[in-house]
């Protein structure tokens, strides 16, 4: 489990500083085991990226949720 949402922050900054997280939504992935977070922040950024999003908040995590579970 990810330590902090500092910590969260950084590993989504190392993969791509142009996608931006804010609190919530990293809070929202932080119950991700530290090994599959890297694979959670890519996968991320690449559906921010496709949709023109440049921050993403606790409401496109969800979209990006519900869109996994299908």
Known sequence: MA???D?????A???DPSVK???DALEAIMGAPKMILP????GCI???KENGVS???KR???IINEKRKK
Request: glycine fraction near 0%.
């Open 46 to 48: 690449a559906w921010a």
């Open 55 to 57: 921050e993403l908040t």
């Open 7 to 11: 910590s969260v922050r950084a590993a």
């Open 60 to 62: 496109e995590i969800d």
């Open 13 to 15: 900054e190392k993969i």
């Open 39 to 42: 694979i959670i922040l890519k």
């Open 21 to 23: 997280f804010t609190d």
């Open 3 to 5: 330590k902090s949402v």
